[in-house]
């Protein structure tokens, strides 16, 4: 697994640099806020932060596994349902709204995949619709797509 590891490492650290260098070019802030650079920028970083991690983590670790190589390994169905579950969260969003659609999403994810408890899942969506809220509309100042809570979220306005 060592070897999987720098490999891969390596890999996503290039795509990183690609992805920097590429991103650079459009503009990272605007007059009213993050521009269209700013989250390729940010992702970049956070995904070479991450690549060196893999790398350094490979070569400490002085142990070699003689384990099989499997891409998808013993949790396939959940890496099904993960991927299924944000390409519906994907199609979803512009009409049923963000906040809807990200309580379903984390709701069938923390439920169903994760079998979490009720009280678990309720607070993880709860903290999480707050945060994604305070971050992207007062903080980046980006307006979510209400969707059919349109009328419910007007009125608490």
Request: charged share 15%.
């Amino acid at each position: 697994m060592k070897n999987f590891d720098c490999i891969s490492g390596t890999a996503l650290l290039l795509f990183s640099v690609i992805l920097f260098s590429q991103s650079r070019i459009l503009p990272f802030w605007g007059e009213s806020g993050p521009s269209g650079g700013f989250f390729p920028v940010v992702l970049s970083i956070l995904l070479g932060s991450l690549s060196l991690i893999i790398i350094f983590r490979a070569c400490l670790n002085k142990q070699t596994d003689h384990e099989t190589f499997k891409i998808l390994g013993p949790k396939k169905t959940k890496f099904f349902l993960y991927t299924i579950s944000l390409f519906a969260f994907g199609l979803v969003f512009g009409k049923i709204g963000y906040s809807l659609t990200l309580v379903i999403f984390l709701g069938f994810i923390l439920r169903i995949v994760e079998k979490q408890s009720w009280k678990t899942t309720s607070g993880v969506i709860i903290i999480s619709i707050i945060v994604s809220y305070l971050v992207f509309v007062n903080i980046l100042s980006i307006s979510l797509p209400e969707g059919i809570l349109s009328p419910v979220i007007r009125r608490l306005k």
